[in-house]
């Protein structure tokens, strides 16, 4: 049985192609969320994971952000540097109250090293350079995999 989920924003690209049966014999759905500002970006990563079988959902604004995290739409997030007047840094620690589970991949060109450390302790997954070439953009895909591939673990440990 499919589940219908929310729409978030305007703008909304999804795959059911990703559905998978875990152990419980429950369908679990790899929500990925695409906050950027840079629509360039945002339109090449949602093509590229939706043709890798994700559910995407990918948005501009913090509040639509907020909404699928809420509602439990997305399990990762891959976040740009800023948007809504607000950066990341600010976004990342109201993200992972909303879902302390959360995986947060930061997709950033101009973060200082003391910055990505300050936001590892408040718990991104992964940091990567915004991608300008397809090994970069290979590189975002395979963390968003890992990233799903820890969630599968954890949930494992905690059956």
């Known amino acids: 049985m499919k589940k219908s989920w929310p729409v978030p ?4 690209k ?9 152990a419980s014999g429950g369908e679990i759905m790899q929500g990925l969320l695409i906050v950027d500002e840079d629509l360039t970006n945002r339109k090449q990563m949602a093509d590229m994971f939706i043709e890798s079988g994700y559910n995407v ?4 604004s913090v509040a639509n952000a907020l909404y699928g ?3 439990k739409t997305a399990q990762v997030v891959l976040l740009g540097t800023s948007f809504d007047e607000l950066n990341s840094a600010d ?6 109250q909303c879902n302390r589970k959360l995986s947060i991949i930061l997709v950033a060109a101009d973060t200082s090293l003391l910055r990505i450390k300050k936001l590892r302790t408040e718990g991104i997954f992964y940091h990567a350079l ?4 397809a090994e970069d953009r290979e590189e975002i ?3 968003v995999a890992c ?3 820890n969630m599968e673990k954890l949930q494992d440990i905690n059956k």
Not at 57 to 60: D, K, L, P
Not at 91 to 96: A, E, S, T, V
């Open 130 to 133: 915004k991608p300008v070439n």
């Open 91 to 96: 976004l990342i620690p109201l993200l992972k």
């Open 141 to 143: 895909r395979q963390a």
């Open 57 to 60: 959902i990918v948005t501009n």
């Open 147 to 149: 990233a799903f591939k």
């Open 9 to 12: 924003t305007k703008r909304l």
């Open 14 to 22: 999804t795959s059911t192609r990703n559905a998978s049966f875990g």
């Open 69 to 71: 995290i809420l509602k």
